[in-house]
């Protein structure tokens, strides 16, 4: 799931783990900070309604 961000290009905004039999999907918002991750997840949120 993190192979992307390990290899030395950009970290990711957001990672998104699909889950697997007994394991729950995930979403991993990262940002500089809480208040960052909290606006990139309503960015997220509004784009997901605009649909």
């Known amino acids: 799931m993190f192979d992307r ?7 990711p905004r957001v990672i998104f783990n699909r889950g697997d039999f007994a ?4 979403t ?5 900070g809480a ?3 909290v606006e990139r997840t309503a960015e997220l949120l509004d784009r997901v ?3």
């Open 5 to 11: 961000a390990s290899e030395g290009g950009a970290v």
């Open 23 to 26: 394991v729950e999907p995930m």
């Open 28 to 32: 991993y918002v990262l940002g500089t």
């Open 35 to 37: 208040v960052d991750a």
């Open 49 to 51: 309604e605009r649909e």
